[in-house]
């Protein structure tokens, strides 16, 4: 079932279109709480490019931290968790992550 489209900077785009990082973090919102395995979504970059994504895994955590350490390096298309975290920390803050929780999302695309 498709849920919702989520609009991603270039970089991130290009990575899970190439198979370079297979994990996308989200809020655990409203808009997103019902996400499920087997879910899919579109990805979109600022041009409007597309690519479906099918939901492999989900995990919940309210520390930023210690979930990305849960995926590889690969999964998350860093370099080191540093760069990870911080990647990922400037789109969240620690009271909306305190509030809603965070989800990482391990996808598939399934088509462009």
Known sequence: ????SSVVDDI???KIK???KN???YLR???HSSLSINDSFYLLNKN???LALLVKTIKVSRDLNSLIHKF???DLGEPNYNSAYLNIKKWFS???IEKYSIMAVSVEVIHE
């Open 48 to 50: 409007n490019a597309g």
């Open 1 to 4: 079932m498709l849920r919702f």
């Open 72 to 74: 590889s390096l690969k």
């Open 29 to 31: 919102d409203e808009k």
């Open 94 to 96: 620690n009271s909306d």
């Open 12 to 14: 991130t785009f290009e």
């Open 18 to 20: 190439k198979s370079k």
């Open 23 to 25: 994990v996308k973090f």
